[in-house]
């Protein structure tokens, strides 16, 4: 039989199954198993092992029926396979665990009564903060009820709500390895990581977050690692070989899931149909999107299933973004998805090489003025914070084990004149002006714009970029840091300025300046970037000088209204001394 038919035999197979996982049947429940090539699956069942039998008529599926076990109840499977044994192993359609995250329990949802609808925002508009749930809490300077948590989190959506923020991006918080504080380690695709809940009850915590993030006006995301598992395996690999990629790795990780499996598409979807249906997530993030895409070989597909599979089942419901690499392979612009967004390093390294005074940004800062389905960011979880990005050079990661061999290597960075921590307010202050120009260029662009949890008040993780493993003050964010608080008033500035004018608008027109509104400058040895957006609302200037010498700014004419200087960095906001900005607006409404 070709694979194409082994291909629609089993689609069909799955479509008309009654489901896998346990499954009430009458007065009983039935556990459904998907497994091939098998020598033997058996069920620990409130510590007691029972064998399972072949399912009739159902090929690759295993069964066994209780009709006197009532839940809760906690349960691994245990295979014997070519002579290996594989114990304690959850079920993947099984969506809890108990506090350990070691067993998979059975029991009725818990009851709880969403209230407020989600806030559905434009993504021309989308101001994404990223985060990751228990190191934005988890230092005592937080000051939240239960640090480090779901309801820690929620503690702080004021604070997110007052800095303007639309959308909170959650770093995985499905069941991982916990020695992987960032959780791109995964051990299950639906149940989540109890010790990211204050009563261990992570199912019921992510349900109220959602709830009070709508109340606040907030989208929630969910970043879903799909591409991998984690190398200490808990459930999946003893199934079947053929849920990875055979001799090869796209995600340096290894387990690279072959997704496009029908039985691993199955899955998936129906993981992300919980999180949708369940939860009322508002979108997903997928970390190396283009690991997604690959055949069993590890050729990269035009058509991918899964990805077309996903995005016609939830284009309409929820927000789609990927990564459009892995470590194989780079589709910035050719990403064979039909309705996601994808990420954008490239506008990422070049705000970074303008605001250090490289050659040659300006144009490449010009032509994605109008982007709206590509996410924008110069800081997320990888890689430097903002205030690490303009004070160290070097990474500095020989903590994580890995004798500094991990961790992006081409930062785009400088210290400002001193590598590390430093007390000297000269250097201080050259490096909150370069932070402001970085920031500030990152807002130019239409949505959706990205900022990393704690740049907004300048956190750092001491030059590590990489802190993957570092489940300690590296990490955590501190709450009181006083380099200099008035950049979280900035970086709400921008936001309202973004969200409120035509800076966000993908229609408005634009029109591009040199240091004279009469002179357009596109030369490979720009250091100034100048331009206008104009809609029916009114009109706005940006002005960012990022070389030594001052340059004197012209505003433009105006055909209605006057200008109003509405946030400048220099000390005479017309004149433009080194890393400093000028924004003014004409507002017609």
Not at 111 to 118: A, S
Not at 327 to 351: C, E, M, T
Request: net charge negative; aromatic share 12%; proline share 6%.
């Amino acid at each position: 039989m070709s694979l194409i038919k082994k291909r629609l035999r089993m689609d069909r197979e799955l479509k008309t199954a009654p489901g896998y996982g346990v499954i009430q049947e009458g007065g009983g429940h039935r556990f459904m198993v998907y497994a091939e090539n098998v020598d033997q699956i058996t069920i620990t069942l409130n510590n007691l092992e029972y064998p399972l039998e072949k399912a009739p008529l159902r090929p690759n599926t295993y069964t066994i029926f209780f009709d006197t076990i009532a839940p809760p109840f906690e349960y691994v499977y245990n295979i014997l396979k070519g002579g290996d044994f594989f114990p304690d192993l959850l079920d993947p359609f099984c969506p809890l665990t108990n506090s350990e995250g070691t067993k998979s329990v059975y029991k009725e949802d818990e009851q709880f009564q969403f209230v407020h609808k989600p806030p559905k925002h434009p993504v021309e508009k989308l101001v994404i903060y990223e985060l990751c749930v228990r190191s934005f809490t988890k230092d005592a300077s937080s000051n939240v009820s239960s640090p480090g948590t779901l309801e820690g989190l929620i503690d702080k959506l004021d604070y997110l709500s007052w800095l303007g923020i639309t959308s909170i991006e959650l770093m995985p918080v499905t069941l991982f390895n916990p020695s992987q504080l960032w959780g791109y380690m995964p051990r299950h695709f639906m149940a989540l990581s109890p010790h990211l809940s204050e009563n261990r009850n992570p199912s019921l915590s992510l349900m109220k977050l959602i709830d009070a993030a709508h109340q606040k006006g907030i989208e929630v995301y969910l970043d879903l690692v799909f591409n991998h598992t984690d190398w200490m395996e808990t459930t999946l690999y003893p199934f079947s070989s053929n849920f990875y990629l055979r001799n090869y790795d796209a995600t340096g990780c290894g387990n690279t899931l072959n997704v496009n499996h029908p039985f691993i598409t199955h899955l998936l979807l129906e993981s992300v149909k919980r999180f949708v249906d369940v939860y009322r997530i508002d979108g997903i993030r997928f970390d190396l999107g283009l690991a997604l895409c690959r055949d069993e070989n590890g050729r990269v597909l035009e058509a991918p299933p899964f990805l077309h599979a996903l995005e016609n089942m939830f284009k309409k419901k929820i927000k789609i973004f990927y990564e459009p690499w892995d470590i194989a392979g780079y589709r910035l612009h050719d990403f064979p998805s039909k309705n996601g967004l994808v990420w954008d390093d490239q506008i990422r390294d070049a705000i970074r090489r303008f605001a250090r005074m490289d050659q040659g940004q300006v144009l490449a800062l010009y032509s994605r003025i109008h982007s709206p389905g590509i996410v924008k960011m110069v800081t997320c979880h990888d890689g430097f914070t903002l205030y690490d990005l303009v004070s160290y050079e070097q990474k500095h990661n020989l903590i994580n084990g890995n004798k500094n061999r991990d961790g992006h290597s081409g930062n785009y960075s400088t210290n400002c004149g001193f590598e590390g921590e430093t007390h000297d307010m000269r250097i201080i202050t050259k490096r909150i002006r370069r932070a402001e120009t970085i920031f500030a260029l990152l807002f130019c662009f239409s949505g959706p714009i990205l900022i990393n949890a704690g740049d907004e008040f300048l956190s750092t993780h001491y030059g590590n970029n990489n802190a993957y493993n570092q489940d300690n003050r590296i990490s955590y964010l501190e709450w009181n840091r006083q380099i200099y608080p008035n950049f979280k008033d900035f970086t709400q500035k921008l936001i309202h300025i973004f969200k409120n004018s035509p800076l966000s608008n993908p229609l408005a027109m634009v029109q591009f300046y040199g240091s004279s509104p009469y002179e357009l400058g596109l030369l490979h040895s720009d250091h100034f970037f100048s331009f206008s957006k104009t809609d029916r609302t009114g009109s706005i200037f940006f002005a960012i000088n990022s070389w030594k010498d001052p340059i004197e700014v012209l505003l433009p004419v105006l055909s209605k209204g006057q200008w109003d200087i509405f946030l400048s960095t220099s000390v005479n906001p017309l004149v433009l001394e080194e890393n400093t900005i000028l924004i003014a607006i004409c507002d017609l409404k």
